[in-house]
């Protein structure tokens, strides 16, 4: 009994300490008068693009937990591959490309084999889709054959990707991007620091594999302007050389010491990497039976730029889709999820809140006119948002968006796998689920102006912001 009453004692004197250590890293984060859209505070030019990162320590992104970067890849540029320390999902904003991710421990799926492409010369673009071979047993029984059947390349996974698609990265999970296309390849990304995957401190941490950043990261306490460079250039050319089995020389070349091109290069040719067809060109994939799936099989990405898969779709206002956890599983181990939302001008999204999950709002197209609304009942902000600003929206927060241009598109990530929305007026909203007598009571009006609050509004997300609702009888729902 003695024993245990000691052991009760030190688990509570444990808890007081952590919640005091906590409380002195990260005092009244989110104790929030104002929030801003926020611009990028940092720009890392490289030769075939840049990286553009916004300020993790600005208050309303340190309450969120989380921090923000965008990605400029011009065409026929290259993402180096990396990895982080945090859980990632991305968007891609414009563009088109491959994605590629290697995650530890798993096979090299993807084979270019003269067996399957006998004549076919390795790195000639299109021509070479390869072999995909999607079990991994498959792989393994055929690795042993392959210098006599002539493998002349095998890698993990290559996804095409475009434009709407979002994209779930584990941490330490190393990722590439290369645009394929003619346009800009722009991907947007929210790193979720406070996730229990980040063991280290609340900063973003880029561990490059290749290239280097002359720029340095900045934005971490003491690093100034010292360059980065990728992981390769702290170990000895003896030991790279050792641990590859090359030359001293080769070894030199992976740490890119006199290499200036920052994290995207150019590539000069045609890139040949061993990938599927496009999405169009692909048989309907069967749904998967859960059985045979693991880290390495789980499907990354989805699209949620196709009006026809909307949660809510208004031909007249507009479409909101949602990915979490139910749409793509991989999204319970990040704890992440996303709203994709577009609405022509003077729609509306009915005042909501996000009731388990702070939220960070980037804009992709257009602008909109957007308050938010605090615990203490005040307006934190109430302003114009356009192209390529972002806004932070803390869990509670109420906020509600109108569209003040042709058309407002944005994406919205959100700090829990699935993120749940109440709202403040509309047919399933907090106040059509009160009796009229607390909302007569409640506001100190009438039980008929009690019925307007309650049942005026009848749809649940999407509404015109022309001007106030005919006053008296409920509207019929529109189409």
Request: hydrophobic share 35%.
């Amino acid at each position: 009994m003695a024993r245990l009453s000691s052991l009760l004692s030190f688990s509570v004197t444990l808890l007081i300490f952590l919640h005091g250590s906590t409380a002195k890293q990260f005092p009244n984060e989110c104790q929030l008068d104002q929030l801003n859209a926020l611009e990028p505070s940092h720009v890392l030019k490289a030769e075939a693009g840049r990286i553009e990162v916004w300020d993790h320590h600005a208050p309303q992104l340190r309450c969120s937990g989380v921090s923000f970067v965008r990605f400029i890849i011009e065409s026929h540029g290259l993402y180096l591959p990396s990895f982080l320390n945090t859980a990632k999902l991305s968007f891609v904003a414009k563009g088109q490309g491959l994605m590629g991710r290697v995650i530890p421990g798993c096979a090299e799926t993807f084979q270019d084999s003269s067996v399957f492409q006998e004549g076919s010369p390795f790195g000639e673009g299109q021509g070479q889709q390869g072999q995909h071979q999607g079990q991994q047993g498959q792989h393994q029984g055929q690795q042993g054959q392959g210098q006599g059947q002539g493998f002349r390349d095998m890698h993990q996974k290559v996804e095409h990707i475009r434009s709407g698609d979002a994209i779930a990265t584990h941490p330490g999970v190393a990722q590439w991007f290369y645009n394929n296309g003619n346009q800009p390849l722009v991907i947007v990304a929210v790193m979720d620091l406070a996730s229990h995957q980040n063991q280290l401190d609340r900063n973003p941490r880029p561990f490059y594999l290749a290239g280097n950043n002359p720029q340095g990261q900045s934005w971490l306490q003491g690093r100034g302007q010292q360059p980065q460079n990728n992981i390769l250039n702290g170990f000895s050319p003896e030991v790279l050389a050792q641990a590859f089995k090359i030359d001293v020389r080769t070894a030199q070349q992976l740490q890119n010491q006199q290499d200036n091109r920052g994290n995207i290069v150019r590539v000069q040719g045609p890139f040949g990497v061993i990938r599927p067809p496009l999405r169009s060109q692909r048989p309907q994939e069967e749904e998967s039976n859960g059985l045979e799936e693991t880290i390495c099989s789980a499907r990354c990405t989805d699209n949620l730029d196709d009006p026809s898969n909307a949660d809510v779709y208004k031909p007249q206002l507009g479409y909101i889709s949602t990915l979490n956890s139910y749409d793509l599983p991989i999204l319970r181990v990040l704890r992440l999820s996303a709203l994709r939302g577009s609405i022509r001008q003077n729609a509306m999204v009915l005042p909501q809140w996000n009731a388990n999950a702070n939220a960070v709002l980037y804009v992709t197209d257009g602008e909109a006119h957007i308050q938010v609304v605090n615990d203490n009942g005040e307006r934190v902000f109430d302003g114009q948002v356009s192209q390529g600003q972002l806004l932070a929206i803390p869990q509670g927060f109420s906020v509600v968006k109108r569209a003040t241009s042709d058309q407002f598109r944005w994406v919205e990530f959100k700090t829990n796998e699935n993120a749940q929305i109440n709202t403040l007026a509309g047919r399933t909203s907090v106040m059509t689920g009160l009796p009229l007598e607390v909302i007569a009571n409640g506001y100190q009006i009438s039980l008929e102006e009690a019925r307007r609050v309650k049942f005026n509004t009848i749809e649940t997300t999407l509404t015109h912001s022309s001007g106030p609702a005919s006053y008296g009888r409920p509207r019929k729902a529109d189409a």
